[in-house]
């Protein structure tokens, strides 16, 4: 095909990705629009414009704590991540290549399992004594734990296999160092980037996250869709600003670990 020829295809192509664009961003910007608008009933237009809903919504005290109790809690699950599965992962790529395989089968296990399915067995198991954790948020770090797994590991076995980690020993070891000296000073400088999206990814889907956290907590430690869900009925400006919020501050992250992914080795 000539590049004449090329030409009308290349525009086609363009044009339906456009057209498909705005389709998915006109609800995000009728949501936008209505979170700014003063009144908005009987017009095309809304009547005016303020941010006294993103004020009122970022001076509530209910909602800041929603906000941080849904911070609190990804970052406890991530952080737990973290410390388990970076030591796992060293173990299993340098000394047992060969799990590799059942490893990547294991890790999907928490996406076979339906969240309301594991809400209830969770609230049978924790519910009561020995261990009542239903309605705290430790039960919420287990459970984000689990969802956030096949992200970090998905993500980091990527920076692993393109470090050559047996070579990248060898000549730590050769140098001097003990094995968990080269893993700390040599391979996990290595991993930063491959963590960082990881990491990324993992919270801009855990903050999200809704079954678990109504389920198992509901009001008595109340996340951020809790809140949003238990405010349904409020005014649908002041709804509106809160999902472009959510939305912006999720949109944020996930943009910091696309960028971090291209840079990645």
């Not at 309301?116 to 984000?144: F, K, M, N, R």
């Not at 050769?174 to 980037?193: D, E, H, I, Y």
Request: net charge positive; proline share 6%; charged share 10%.
């Amino acid at each position: 095909m000539s590049r004449a020829e090329r030409r009308p295809a290349r525009l086609y192509h363009r044009l339906v990705v456009w057209l498909l664009f705005l389709i998915l961003l006109m609800p995000l910007a009728g949501t936008l629009v209505y979170s700014l608008a003063s009144s908005w009933s009987a017009t095309i237009l809304p009547d005016g414009f303020t941010l006294k809903w993103y004020h009122a919504l970022w001076s509530e005290q209910r909602f800041l704590i929603a906000f941080g109790q849904s911070l609190l809690v990804c970052f406890g699950a991530l952080l737990l991540s973290v410390v388990l599965i970076l030591p796992l992962l060293f173990v299993v790529h340098y000394y047992f290549p060969r799990l590799d395989g059942l490893m990547n089968i294991l890790i999907l296990l928490p996406f076979a399992i339906p969240p309301v399915v594991s809400s209830v067995g969770l609230l049978q198991i924790y519910g009561s004594d020995p261990l009542p954790l239903v309605g705290t948020p430790w039960i919420l770090i287990g459970c984000y734990f689990t969802v956030a797994l096949p992200f970090m590991y998905r993500a980091i076995t990527n920076n692993l296999q393109a470090l050559n980690l047996p070579d990248l020993m060898d000549a730590a070891r050769m140098l001097g160092a003990s094995t968990w000296q080269a893993a700390f000073w040599v391979v996990l400088p290595n991993l930063r980037k491959g963590v960082m999206v990881a990491l990324f990814l993992s919270f801009s889907f855990l903050f999200g996250e809704f079954v678990f956290a109504n389920l198992l907590v509901g009001t008595r430690y109340e996340t951020l869709q809790v809140y949003l869900n238990n405010m349904r009925n409020s005014s649908g400006h002041f709804n509106s600003a809160l999902v472009i919020s959510y939305f912006f501050f999720v949109l944020v992250f996930t943009w910091a670990a696309n960028r971090l992914n291209k840079d990645a080795p």
